[in-house]
């Protein structure tokens, strides 16, 4: 049912032999010229560079390099290695990533289905460049329609009593297949244990200008609050309840004249932009995460 | 210094015969009916009226009139106590204004200028339809600066050991000339005993979108919790902290780059913006608070 | 497919007795007097009032009002008649409207699927609340989609030749049963022949902020000139190209690193959701027309 | 009268051995690492870097980058001669700053004083890094308020007869002396003769979203045309009116409601926002020119 647009497919051809890398380490000179050098001496061609200085004295460095080079599937893991040398030298925590290999995505979801729609439509027009694997959902209701786009569908109910073997259903169909999981309004709390296996790996949209309205009903307590704009927040999910580092957040305008049934309708807008930009920005590498927040080079 | 524009002179003549009235009351069938024929009887033509209701079925009813009619101030009086029939039989809250008359108002301030300057800016351009009385600080920083504008500037002195007599020496400053006063960045909690005589008629400006970040530093509390928009929020002060009924609130893009400092720049000027809607809405007479919310006629 | 949501369910109630009304009218004391004597006496609860005039003195005056009155539906032909005599005595143009009578909508659309696909969401979602009748379009490739929604599709081609033979053709499929007509990016000029059958019924999205980038390949136009904002508008459509009466338009920042195909894809963005935000004020009665300009009460 | 912030005292400090770059040249493989190794040589610490392709084959690139090194007041002459063998090699147009050295403006204003107000503002606030070396109005009224800051004010007046001599005498005020002029609502056209003496160096603010409603009265030409957002638009003044570059533009939502003096109230802020921002862009040697475009790194 995809279609592959012209736009698709310029994509394709320029991420043939295009590479992406991300770097953290320690603040100091010389780290742009021996990366640059680097990539200089492999022939390679920086085509966009990226980066940030917490402070040049003793803070923290992160880059985003995306560069081209012939026949690059092939040589990856060969530049992966010589690049170990000065990995190691500057203290670096970083990844090398093929352009053309898609990130593989898992979405969970319960009864809301706009943010799910939103990836669906993404992806089929060619905007989102990722393979969405599955669809899992503790509900029946959208079998249908993700069937319809030839995405694999599983119901896993979950209830109070059976939520482990739940998650352990969800860690049987995702394991080795997946590596992103994103949360398009999936209403269960995910535990340590299943967090610990992907760690800034699951992407959570929060129905709430976050850290305002933490946890259930933010739209109630938003109207309770009488606040004259309502947003969303999309955050990789960590250990405390909506406390993961914030990827993407947005706002809209509301009046007195919006009950709850109104902002629920116009957060729904709000939520599917902000989660299907902090997706795009994912799978295009494009996300550093330090001390529980995000560098995120556009 | 004060330059009559054209814009301030045409809005003089509008205002000479024009009238405002607000009124909260429970709902209920005929209101908007008794309220139009009263101004109808009366020769007064309706040029703009709001409404809101919160719920036909046993909510409240809000509403804003705009009038115009001949010889309006000597005629106020009179209309105000014919509309009180109407006004009891349907339980209204309410109050109706000459809006030539402007609103007297007192600024209070620390050491932070550019609230304080866009007032007096909007002032001076005639865009704030209102008589600035006085500037009240526990700095002297300012004093010049308002005083090339004409208006007197207060030095109260504020230490932990004084607070009560500076109260005392505010009120004593404002009391009889001045129906509202502005927090336009001034640090220091304001008392219930204050507060009691001032209800819905201090407005403070809080740098941050409550509820996020309630109290102190709070662009240092929006820098560690890493969020990618910053707010600031104009409300009504009550006697807890930040929680008052919010009348406006804005919010702008920041990035990981914004330190601090960045973040606290780019904020002084959504805070001036904001805070300066707040005070013309108030002015204007567009508020109604309910509940610890607001209804604004805008 | 289309599933009831609670949102919806509940609206279909209120909707059963409420009625709205648009008037439009030289502006002269007394006209919200008589409005609301009017339904006063019919028993009518007003639940919502808008108004604007454009000058107290001699401008034009402009009306929305919902009420409530109970079963409606029989006695609204009853109480249009009563209307007339109050209307007749201020030059009125008006309307009444049963709410609870959905507008039937006709999409036209050529090969950009994102505008339909939004209106189709929305309505299956319950938040636009319309029929949608069918769906036309010069090419068939969205067929499929649109069926699944259980919505009749028509494959019209045009060519430069059949031009008159296909507007006949639409005009045969939508006569009778069709008040509305949506151009969800539907690339072909409508003629004054067509235009003067729907006089303000029908809406167009232009893929620019109007009235900059008239005409075709806005969006190039846009990178060409250098512009850091794009936008969309949603507008009647008239007789001249692009110029009709605007209903919405909102834009969103780009940059320099945007080339044509991403200011398209963002773009997108922009389109579906002005369109949609016109859709849903003309099928709530929500806009009025004035000299090639929109009063529109939200 | 211009008081030394905690900000600004510690943005002196960063300033002092920091020295910006800005390059444009065709794209070609090896340019980033040449850069980088050349500051490495230097023992230069590259403490921002920014880029843009067009497109790797055959676009032009661009890039800006920080860097920091001891004693560099001194030694930037020799560095610009070092670097001038690789420009060659790369055929670049570029150009190197000390951050320290602040640039020098001339503000061109006529009767309408909020654009001036806010550059004072933010300059007086250590907002704007810059030297305002003076004002040139074609009206005296401004003078007492700008004298006041401590800036020189100049009155030249001009008519349809003295156009040419008011040009001249604003030559022989700013030659030597200014680096940048801003037009801030200054309502005279400049002539080509003036303008080859400062190209890309001449910033104005047009009071519309560019490119609709060039030349005058554009809030008029917007209310005719019932636009329902406004906006503003900062470029550098080229011999096509309202046709050069442009560096920023920001829009704000209006209604039916704001006729055209609220349209102007209303536009006021979003010119004096816009056009500080693109000043501060261009004092921090942030924007390159290519083909009547900007390339603004932020």
Redesign the interface.
Known sequence: MKSITA?AK?REEIHQNRGRMLISCPD???I??????F??EQ???????????MD?EGGMFFMRIEF?LDNLANRLEGLKKHFGTIAESFMMDWSMHLAARKKKLAILVSKE??CL?ELL?QWQ?G?LYADIEMVISNHEDMREQVE?FGIPYYYVPVTADTKKEAEQKHLELISGKVDTIILARYMQIISPYFLQHYPNQIINIHHS?????VGGKPYAQAYN?????I?ATAHYVTEELDGG???????QRV???DNV?EL??IG??IER?VLARAVKWHVEDRILVYQ?????FV
């Open positions: 736009y310029k100091r000179p010389g742009v010229a021996a990366v640059s050098k990539f200089s022939s390679a061609n920086i085509v966009q560079s990226d980066q940030y200085s040049p081209d289905d706009h729609l439509w027009a905007d319809s200008f976050l850290p305002a309205f609050r009488g606040v004259k704009l947003g580092p914030i990827i993407e957040q947005d706002v009046s007195h004249r049934d629920k309708r729904r807008h932009i529980n927040k995000t560098v995120v």
